[in-house]
């Protein structure tokens, strides 16, 4: 059984520590945990590894968040991954900072990396582990939260949100997403 991680991100130093980048930084943190490097591949940095009998891939898109869709798309076709066992991390604002939400499929809700990822593989129809960065900011200031840093009590926080969605990734490969949904959800 093979599965593709997809961590939602920017790269480049300026956008490293930034809530856009929750998706990059939890995978970082797997592949620090599995002792796995990254290697530059087409259209992503890519690394895999084996847990339970289960070869896991996961990339982190070089293409700039926007364009994660080409990425992912590319790599589930490369690999022969089937959509349903593809997971893609992606921030939301939507969802109070620290809580984390599995879903089988919905909508971009506003997110262009995600409205990529539905153009490029053809709809909403593809589960995802929503990491809530919260909505602290003012009217028309969104984009300048996203691409912000994280304060300093959230930084110290995320280790425990991070380990929290490996295990909710781990749990996604080997028991499928209803059962990490009903486990996890909160």
Not at 131 to 144: C, E, L, N, S
Request: aromatic share 10%.
């Amino acid at each position: 059984m093979k599965y593709l991680l997809v961590g939602l991100g920017n790269i480049g130093p300026e956008y490293e520590l930034t809530r856009h980048n929750i998706g990059f930084l939890t995978v970082d943190r797997l592949a620090d945990k599995e002792s796995i490097s990254w290697k530059s591949e087409r259209l992503a940095f890519k690394t895999e590894f084996k847990y339970k009998g289960r070869n896991i891939h996961i990339i982190k898109p070089t293409t700039y968040m926007n364009l994660s869709g080409k990425a992912m798309n590319y790599w589930m076709k490369e690999l022969q991954i089937p959509k349903e066992n593809v997971l893609v991390l992606v921030d939301d604002v939507a969802i109070p900072f620290g809580k984390l939400r599995m879903k089988p499929k919905g909508s971009a809700a506003g997110h262009n990396g995600l409205k990529n990822i539905e153009e490029l593989t053809g709809g909403q129809n593809y589960p995802r582990l929503r990491m809530g960065i919260g909505d602290d900011f003012p009217k028309g200031r969104q984009v300048d939260f996203v691409l912000g840093k994280f304060t300093q009590d959230e930084f110290a926080e995320l280790p425990i949100i991070m380990d929290k969605a490996i295990e909710m990734c781990l749990a996604f490969c080997t028991i499928g997403i209803e059962r990490t949904m009903n486990q996890f959800n909160n």
